[in-house]
């Protein structure tokens, strides 16, 4: 496998890149699709046999299970970084390790449907609090320790949109290379 098809394969829709501008059309679509990705994520993986689900999607990737709950961990991480955003000046967050929280048992053996539920009311929290969201609100951000960068709550509705449709895309991808449609 080339150093290219390894990119593609981890970035399949490639990497994220911020607009150069926050229109309010813009943030209202990237909040409809992640308003949709609990449902969007649940049809292609409810289905799914555990062989299935413990494939990775790429060498040296996460199986299909890990993505699964990975995406349900960060996503919760999002919603309370946005709420210390809202409710506290410019904080410094606490970052996690994804990699070690993905080799936790939970993300390893746990089945998906405790997580699929969890992000759908997760999603219906975070997508009714962005959409109540003022343009002051917007402009709330907070300070990410390990590249001391602060992100605006902006910035994070199109980061978790594409973050839910990177992820999703490593699953179809994988269930298009390998047949399972």
């Not at 309010?24 to 994520?41: M, N, Q, T, V, W």
């Not at 289905?47 to 699964?68: A, C, M, S």
Request: glycine content about 2%; aromatic content about 10%; charged content about 25%.
């Amino acid at each position: 496998m080339t150093a290219t098809d390894l990119e593609k394969l981890k970035y399949p829709i490639g990497k994220f890149e911020f607009p150069t501008e926050f229109t309010p059309e813009y943030l209202l679509a990237k909040i409809d699709e992640i308003e949709s990705f609990p449902e969007r994520l649940k049809k292609e993986t409810l289905h799914l046999t555990e062989e299935q689900l413990n494939t990775p999607y790429r060498p040296d990737g996460w199986t299909v299970r890990q993505v699964i709950h990975h995406c349900a961990e960060s996503h919760m991480n999002c919603y309370i970084r946005i709420k210390w955003a809202l409710t506290e000046n410019n904080p410094v967050i606490k970052p996690y390790d994804e990699t070690l929280w993905s080799e936790l048992p939970d993300n390893l053996n746990m089945p998906i449907q405790p997580t699929l539920t969890l992000l759908e009311g997760l999603h219906y929290r975070l997508t009714f609090i962005l959409r109540n969201l003022s343009n002051t609100d917007l402009q709330k951000s907070f300070i990410h320790p390990e590249n001391n960068s602060e992100y605006k709550i902006k910035q994070l509705i199109g980061t978790y949109a594409w973050h839910g449709n990177h992820h999703l895309a490593h699953i179809t991808t994988l269930k298009k290379r390998k047949n399972w449609m």
